[in-house]
């Protein structure tokens, strides 16, 4: 009689190794660098107007509680004192608690020189509005909106790469977030946090999945950080 063959276990599907070619001939890292540029190209194309023609979105009614927030800034760069208290919102609301917005200046130094030249959200802000975005200063809202999409896009692409999804399915997610609909509402409405929130989703996600795939402090560390600037 004839012995059995040994039963042999089926190879695992592995995904590419970086530095491995893909495609035409294009390594990993060159595929999702010119993915990255598709996107920001995107941004480009819709919003061409803002980019090039140095235009504004369009201000909704959510937008008239602004002119109170204006006058506190004008009134903090002429007496150099942080307004403790926002007295538009909510019938009285202490403006320590907006941590999305407060500049941290009522604390003095070194917290304000730390929550800007050492906050990683400055130097993000720094590379797209002034280098991507062909920004000329810091304040510039329009293009600072178009940053978030644009890292709203980055961000789920990177999402997806991680999680092994092929670099179509990738981009096409990561256009869908730079380009939704209902994002671009936010921005006419002038609901910057709320937005903010929607696009630290995909980095907390990205951060979640790290710590449950290599178990290092260093991502739990990371998404707590990330967590925390989501709820803020």
């Not at 760069?77 to 019938?91: D, K, N, Q, R, T």
């Not at 809202?141 to 692409?157: C, D, F, K, Q």
Request: include cysteine.
């Amino acid at each position: 009689m004839n012995s059995k063959p040994p039963k042999t276990k089926p190879k695992a599907l592995s995904s590419p190794a970086i530095g491995t070619k893909v495609g035409a001939g294009l390594k990993v890292w060159q595929t999702d660098l010119i993915a990255c540029a598709l996107i920001l190209l995107a941004i480009y194309v819709l919003f061409h107007q803002i980019v090039l023609g140095n235009k504004v979105f369009s201000a909704g009614d959510d937008t008239i509680t602004a002119a109170a927030m204006n006058e506190f800034a004008i009134r903090e760069s002429e007496l150099h004192e942080y307004p403790m208290w926002c007295p538009w919102v909510f019938g009285g609301f202490p403006s320590l608690a907006a941590g999305a917005y407060s500049n941290y200046e009522h604390w003095g130094m070194p917290y304000s020189l730390a929550s800007e030249f050492f906050s990683p959200r400055y130097w993000a802000d720094l590379i797209t509005i002034k280098g991507l975005l062909l920004g000329g200063v810091m304040g510039d809202g329009a293009r600072w909106y178009l940053s978030i999409l644009l890292y709203a896009g980055l961000l789920t692409y990177l999402l997806m790469r991680q999680m092994k999804f092929g670099v179509m399915i990738a981009l096409f997610s990561g256009l869908l977030m730079a380009w939704n609909p209902y994002f671009i509402s936010l921005i006419t409405a002038s609901h910057g946090g709320k937005l903010l929130t929607f696009i630290y989703t995909p980095l907390v996600l990205l951060l979640a999945y790290n710590v449950m795939e290599k178990r290092r402090l260093l991502d739990l560390g990371l998404l707590a950080v990330a967590f925390g600037w989501q709820i803020a």
